[in-house]
């Protein structure tokens, strides 16, 4: 059971009461709503957890950019929830460019309905050509009078087909490389902007591709300067990879708890599981490995929310940490639950599928590690 005591080095007197009412929410009324069926259903869902999250002010933490309590957010979330982690998460990813570059005017049009989550957003940056290599973006942005034209196609992209606002990477002089990206908001119903179809996961999440076909957008819709975008993209990614590795966590928590509990009550060989050694391993390693990931998890927020510019080193230990951690804590849970573990809507069947999207998005692992391999031998 993830608590505070841990952590609380890192932390400020309003984050335990954080913690505290998160998880009760999470797991009072979000953990109760069923897995939806199929990926037409998880949209629907989508809207509705978004909905309740900003009916319930728990998005207010990415408006107050505290990192720590996205983070606890994001535990708690995980651990009752992963579609609603995933809500969270990809609200604060497609907002988290508008906070920090937006100007007067963008903030006061977009902020209050991204905030009330009426309206939902998401972070277009991922191309066919253009995976762990971002810099290669393809997509353009041309001027044109008195705005710009975009043409070209983003895959992969968590809330493509049901979100209202796109963040989106595009280049406006491919000769600078990514010194020529820049970054601009479009909403969903621009012209020429074009649901290419869903992409669907074996966990609930929406993802799809969309298409940029001659998609004009007015100029005041480019976000910061132009050829500024690749670092509002990086610096965004490098502020949110700490809460996934955060929603790690949660995830590896709730595998804990539901292996206690088995292990507890199933006996085999006239005497609980709990009772075997090989078994005790297991839930050791993963307590231990749970408190060493929330430790790199809060470190890196802790940074970050103390107005250290860049985290890139903490950040990508904590969500390279994390993420794997969780994979095996999930996976060793499943084992110990044994054949009920992969019936499908088991919880640990349900965190088996959610998890492993975990270790790629917003930079895989191995991408963690070059960062953090890059920062040891500047
Ligand atoms: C569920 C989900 C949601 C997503 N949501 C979004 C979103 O909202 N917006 C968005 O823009 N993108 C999104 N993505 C895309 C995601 O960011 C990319 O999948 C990720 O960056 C990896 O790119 P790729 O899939 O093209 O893999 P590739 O870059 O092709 O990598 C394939 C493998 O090669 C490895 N590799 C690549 N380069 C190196 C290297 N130099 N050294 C060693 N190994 C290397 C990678 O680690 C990986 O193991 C999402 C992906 C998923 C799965």
Redesign the pocket.
Known sequence: MPDTRLIRTFLEPHHAPLADRARSFALGEVAARPEPPDDDAARVEARALLRLLGVRGWLKPIFNLDLRGCCLVREALGEASPLADAVFA?QG?GTTPILLNGSAAQKERWLEPIAEGKLMT?????EPEA????ASIATTARRDGAGYILNGS?T????AGIADLYAVFATTDRAKGPKGISCFLVPANAPGLRFAGPQV?SAP?P?GEIAFEDCRVPADALLGEEGRGFGIGLAALDRLRPTVAAAACGMAARALTESLAHVKARRQFGKPLAEFQLVQQKLARMATDLAAARLLVYRAAYEKDQGQDRITSEAAMAKSFATEMAQRAVDDAVQLIGGRGVLANHPVDRLYRAVR?LR????????QQ?IIAGELLR
């Not at 998401?122 to 991922?126: K, L, P």
């Not at 995976?131 to 971002?134: A, E, K, P, Q």
């Not at 790629?360 to 991408?367: A, L």
């Open positions: 990809l990813l998401a972070f277009a940056m991922t995976g762990s290599d971002v983003k992969l992209i968590s809330n996961l999440h993802l999207a790629i998005y917003e930079g895989t692992t191995e991408i070059l």
